[in-house]
């Protein structure tokens, strides 16, 4: 018998990094794609981010690995932990973006967000390849990188009234598709077993 940590175990260490993100893939009612992104950055010594050394660069990729979007932002001023929300904000254009269908329905469209915190004051020359490679010097290090996989679809529940009965309809619409959606609760044991 064996105790103790069965996974890898690793040891970061930062002057900055990317505390959390969180991922918005929206599709509206009429099928509008949106996709959002809330951001957190934190610092070793907890201090307030000001010097504007420190750009993000957000990355989209089909499941192919094809960039679909993607953009540069400068850090200017932020307050280490605070939470930005919609740091940034994209809408896509019709047939840009493809749909996740359930299981049985259609294809399960996963895209790759990658988020990556770079840093001028680093003095490490590597090679970057951008599409406007005067914005930034070419001194920028990857401090430190995010990725995600998102979907996009709609989920709608359906509640509409019922014509002989009281009462409203109860189901679900994935993407303008009513579905069965079921479940059951396995409280058997409950009853069975002394707590």
């Not at 770079?118 to 430190?144: E, G, H, Q, S, W």
Request: proline share 4%; charged share 20%; glycine share 8%.
């Amino acid at each position: 018998m064996s105790t103790g940590p069965y996974r890898p175990i690793t040891l970061r260490t930062y002057i900055n990094h990317l505390a959390s993100i969180t991922t918005h893939a929206c599709v509206s009612s009429d099928f509008k794609f949106s996709f959002a992104l809330d951001i957190s950055l934190s610092s070793a010594n907890g201090s307030n981010i000001q010097d504007g050394t420190l750009k993000i660069h957000i990355t989209l990729r089909d499941t192919k690995g094809a960039v679909v979007k993607e953009e540069w932002v400068k850090v200017h001023s932020v307050e280490a932990g605070t939470e930005i929300k919609d740091f940034i904000e994209w809408i896509f254009e019709k047939g840009e973006i493809a749909l996740w269908w359930p299981v049985g329905y259609g294809d399960q469209v996963l895209y790759e967000v990658e988020i990556a915190l770079m840093d001028a004051k680093v003095i490490v020359l590597i090679y970057l390849t951008v599409a406007a490679p005067n914005r930034f010097p070419k001194t920028l290090v990857v401090i430190d990188t995010v990725k995600q996989k998102i979907g996009f679809r709609h989920v709608e529940l359906v509640q509409r009234p019922l014509i002989d009965a009281p009462g409203t309809s109860f189901f679900f619409e994935v993407n303008g598709v009513p579905m069965f959606i079921g479940g059951r609760s396995f409280d058997i044991l409950l009853g069975v077993i002394d707590l």
